[in-house]
T-cell receptor, first 112, second 112 residues
Framework: EAQVTQNPRYLITVTGKKLTVTCSQN?????MSWYRQDPGLGLRQIYY???????DKGDVPEGYKVSRKEKRNFPLILESPSPNQTSLYFC???????????FGPGTRLTVT | AQSVAQPEDQVNVAEGNPLTVKCTYS??????LFWYVQYPNRGLQFLLK??????LVKGSYGFEAEFNKSQTSFHLKKPSALVSDSALYFC??????????FGTGTRLQVFP
C-alpha cells in the first residue's frame, strides 16, 4: 500500500530535549515536505526537499533541521525544542512540487 | 510575496444545497493551485489541482473548482452537499521556488 508513515504519532517532551520525528514514504517520490498545523494559521511549510541531499527552507524553518540521506526518509529534528514548537506536524511526499501530495497521519508534539 | 487567502473561517450549508469554498491567491507567473481536505484526526487528502487548460477542474468526491485568472481566484464547488463533506478544506499554491503555500483553512459544516 502506498503510504507515508510518521513516528511517533504522539510525543510529550520537555524544553531542550532533542527529538527526531521520522518520516518514510514507499512511493519513490522525489519531493518531500514537513508542515506544522496550528489553529488559525493553517499549514505552514517548515522544510522541503527536491531530492536526496537537497533541502530548502520553507516559511518557518527556525528551530528545525532536516536531512535527506535516502530518497524514502526525511526526518525532522528539533535540537532544542521550545514550547512554541508545540503543534501538529505533517510529513508529505509527491513526485514533484506540482503534483498531488500524500500526507502522513500527523505527529502531535507537546513541549512543556 | 506569494500568498493564499481563504476569507471564510467557516461555511455552513444544508444538505442537498450547492456549496462554495472561496480561495484567492497571489503568485508570480502561472499558478499551480490545489485543494486538499482534512477529516477529523486525519492527514490531508488531495481533492484536485489546476496547472493549465480548462478553467473548470473536476476532482474527487464530486468536487470541482473554477480557476479565474482575472479575479485570481480558485473557488471550490459542489452542486449538492452531503453531511459527510463536513471537514476542513485547504487551498494551496506552488510558488516559483517550489515551496507550497497553504491557506488558513475553511471549515465546512453541512447540516442535515
Amino acid at each position: 500500500e502506498a503510504q507515508v508513515t510518521q513516528n511517533p504519532r504522539y510525543l510529550i517532551t520537555v524544553t531542550g530535549k532533542k527529538l527526531t520525528v521520522t518520516c518514510s514514504q514507499n512511493m519513490n517520490h522525489e519531493y518531500m515536505s514537513w508542515y506544522r498545523q496550528d489553529p488559525g494559521l493553517g499549514l505552514r511549510q517548515i522544510y522541503y526537499s527536491m531530492n536526496v541531499e537537497v533541502t530548502d527552507k520553507g516559511d518557518v524553518p527556525e528551530g528545525y533541521k532536516v536531512s535527506r540521506k535516502e530518497k524514502r526518509n526525511f526526518p525532522l529534528i528539533l535540537e532544542s525544542p521550545s514550547p512554541n514548537q508545540t503543534s501538529l506536524y505533517f510529513c508529505a511526499s509527491s513526485l514533484g512540487p506540482g503534483d498531488e501530495q500524500y500526507f502522513g497521519p500527523g505527529t502531535r508534539l507537546t513541549v512543556t | 510575496a506569494q500568498s493564499v487567502a481563504q476569507p471564510e473561517d467557516q461555511v455552513n450549508v444544508a444538505e442537498g444545497n450547492p456549496l462554495t469554498v472561496k480561495c484567492t491567491y497571489s503568485v508570480s507567473g502561472n499558478p499551480y493551485l490545489f485543494w486538499y481536505v482534512q477529516y477529523p484526526n486525519r492527514g490531508l487528502q488531495f481533492l484536485l489541482k489546476y496547472i493549465t487548460g480548462d478553467n473548470l477542474v473536476k476532482g474527487s468526491y464530486g468536487f470541482e473548482a473554477e480557476f479565474n485568472k482575472s479575479q485570481t481566484s480558485f473557488h471550490l464547488k459542489k452542486p449538492s452537499a452531503l453531511v459527510s463533506d463536513s471537514a476542513l478544506y485547504f487551498c494551496a499554491v506552488r510558488d516559483p521556488l517550489d515551496k507550497l503555500i497553504f491557506g488558513t483553512g475553511t471549515r465546512l459544516q453541512v447540516f442535515p
